[in-house]
């Protein structure tokens, strides 16, 4: 036969008296799961997660015993609501059967969730792009570099000019073409609009390259 919800609190207690906080979390939210009806494990929850000086995990724990819950913990609680993706979501995250009504009205909207989202996807394109455009950056200025070195030592610039020239604008569409997948997920149409126009100038340009002739283009 198991121990009764109050032998399993007064058994989580009696290991944080002693400072092992962790057995007595881990004892309380695992029956807390599992018996997501019985108070008495959650109020024991947000007992000694308040005494160890963290407010979230008491807001959370201690959702469906609002009662219970200082102010702050309040707060903390409808900001979790406000950042959830959805009612699914939050009743897994709170570990409930159903979420309180309170906190249902606070959910964000479909579309919120979705821009949320597309957000999320947005910003794993940003340290490529970071990266890529240091490089490209680096890059231009040794062709920069290459190119003056060779005009002043009376060498062929215009080849080191036309290979600058072409890799500055390969870079244009390489930068654009990725850019553009983050703006249109943040929906920014003009922004997309304008990059779409620089990669189909930067084409056009590069098509007309012309390796044999002294300028790089025409």
Do not use: N
């Not at 919800?5 to 008296?17: C, F, G, K, L, T």
């Not at 092992?20 to 019985?38: F, G, K, M, Q």
């Not at 394109?125 to 062709?143: S, T």
């Not at 390489?174 to 553009?180: H, K, N, S, T, Y």
Request: hydrophobic residues 50%; proline residues 5%.
């Amino acid at each position: 036969m198991g121990r009764s919800p109050e032998q399993v609190v007064a058994d989580a207690r009696a290991a944080s008296a002693r400072g092992d906080r962790r057995a007595a979390w881990d004892s309380l939210r695992t029956h807390a799961v599992r018996d997501p009806d019985e108070p008495a494990y959650r109020l024991a929850l947000v007992e000694t997660y308040r005494a160890a000086g963290h407010p979230d995990q008491a807001a959370r724990w201690g959702a469906s015993v609002p009662e219970v819950l200082t102010d702050r913990e309040r707060v903390l609680l409808a900001r979790i609501a406000r950042r959830s993706d959805g009612e699914g979501a939050l009743r897994s995250h709170l570990a409930l059967r159903t979420v309180p009504a309170e906190l249902v009205a606070l959910l964000p909207s479909a579309r919120e969730r979705s821009r949320r989202r597309a957000e999320r996807i947005a910003s794993a394109f940003d340290p490529a792009l970071a990266l890529v455009g240091c490089l490209a950056v680096v890059g231009l200025a040794v062709g920069v570099l290459v190119t003056m070195v060779e005009a002043f030592a009376g060498g062929r610039a215009h080849e080191a000019a036309q290979i600058t020239v072409a890799a500055g604008l390969g870079a244009v569409v390489f930068l654009g073409v990725l850019a553009i997948v983050p703006v249109l997920l943040r929906r920014r149409w003009v922004v997309a609009v304008l990059l779409a126009v620089a990669v189909t100038a930067a084409v056009v340009v590069l098509a007309q390259t012309d390796p044999t002739r002294q300028l790089p283009f025409g």
